[in-house]
């Protein structure tokens, strides 16, 4: 029989494991507790200096650090946390990028990104050999310098809203490709650790190894069942997801909960396909952005991007911040003069050769300065390239954390470069446009100025929000009058319907930006809001005034009392349901009684005097 002891002990080991994970869960909360009112704090100084938001979270984690007040005492728990956010970011950018434009310039500018990724590196490498790197090392490092944030890009020409500029395409699509090449990067790191004679494992603990045909049969095992692993994604969400969406979203009433249903099925689309291409030693990144993509081709794009953009700023945040807690203050110091002419040699050889990749392929000379500075930063990529080359025993945790200081200083300085980038652009528009080109789809997709022709292009559309009764009758008056007009609708069966009948229509709630952008609610003439919510309503008449001050907004309210706040919220119009069904009651009931009267009057004349 056993003593109380024997009875007890492991009672005791499920105690002291429940406090061990209680512990774990305090301290990770602190940890965000800390990171979080620390950026927080730290980007309102920023934007209230008119500096970006992003490098105010690097400083925030450089604060907090251990290297600082050591607030945070597990940067592995917040690592976990930065990884999923640059897995969300990937899955946005696929979200973002339309089909059309791969048959319309697209391909020209991914073009563009492959060749000046490329370049960057080839140019980088040798620099890293001048600043005592091996070769191994130097290449490592050279690949993490030439990716460029697109976390800071996407910010910085949404502040300004040149999404839709030429070189706001442009920059976009450069910057997929570099996120794509990443991929390809962090697969490349092991062979390039085995070429090296350097085993995978614990720095220090690296043992020299024969890079032969092995290490080759093992290379080209991978990538079979990596693009396997693509393709099959690709197939199961080319084939299967846009009916599994369709399916989902046939209810009666057109709503359903089907915008969170949505919203579920979308993250969990994204992650799976990410845990997919991670289980067979791909990236999960790019299946997180293949995911996306997938995703792009259905009607309701527009609507999961806006709803998971707060998600994604709130993890990017986190991510930013925990770039920061890598931040060693010593070593920036005692290598101040090698820091700081690496970020001019990055900033300056990244704007030279994208730049110049850009007008050597066709882009006009003002886009091709903008891109080139806009992208001259380093990048997410960049901290994740370095920290697999750190984990594969390429590079010593002192050179990591040099490169590392090198790419969060020009965080902070490529978007301070902005306005001075607009002013050179501004001198090259009358460049001359590179001669050998003869036809160039960057030529054709960037016409100068870009503000104008977007506001030539959209010049008399009208969009209808909601398709109900009311926004029906509406289009088909406008309609008759020959004024273009895109819908913004919620129900998925209307979308689809309207979508086969040739009108132009975008699924998503109206209150939401990213639909209104995609709508496109800065070049319209009028917006018209017809939808039966009234918080609905109001919550749209803000974010439409915020996104186009000049746009007249008519709105339909049912009382009174809303329809003041609707003015308030910046509806130009409101139609009252009450007041307009009591004049048309009104008209109709006075119409009816003549024609009653007239109708008495033929049937009984009066007698004749």
Partial sequence: MLDMHEMMNPM????????????????????????????????????????????????????????????????????????????????????????RSLRSGMISSLAVGVISTVATVLLMWPVGLLFGSGSSASLAISMAIAMSSTAVLMRVMQERRELRSAHGRLCLAIAIAQDLLAVVMLAAIPLIARLGGVTIGPIGQEQSIDAGVPAAIEWTGAIGRSLGAIIGIVVVGYAILPRVLNWLGRSKDGSGGFGELLLLLAAATGLGAALATGAVGFSPEMGAFLAGFMLSLTPFRHQIVGQLQPMRDLLLAVFFTGVGLTLDPTVMVGHWAKIGLGVIVVLGLKSLVVGGTAWILGAPARTSVLSGVYLSMGGEFSLVVLASALAAGLITPEANAAVVSVIVITLVVGPLLVPWAHRMAERGASWPLAPWIRNSALREASPEPEAASAALAGCGNVVIAGFGPVGRHVAEQLERKGVPITVIELNPSTVRRQTTLGRTIVYGDVANPEVLESAGVRHAEAVIITVPDEEAVLKACRVVRELAPAVFIAARTSFLSQALRAREFGADYVTVEEIATGDLMARDVLDKIVARRASRAETHPPDAA
């Fill in 12 to 99: 005791l080991v499920l105690a002291q494991s429940a406090d061990n994970s209680h512990a774990e869960g305090a301290r990770l909360l602190l940890d965000l507790l800390a990171i979080l009112a620390t950026a927080a704090a730290v980007a309102a100084i920023f934007r209230r200096l008119h500096l970006g938001m992003i490098p105010g979270y690097v400083v925030a984690g450089a604060i907090v650090g251990p290297h600082a007040l050591g607030l945070v005492q597990s940067p592995e728990n917040v690592e976990n946390i930065s990884r999923l956010a640059v897995i969300l970011l990937m899955f946005t950018i696929g979200l973002m990028l339309e089909a």
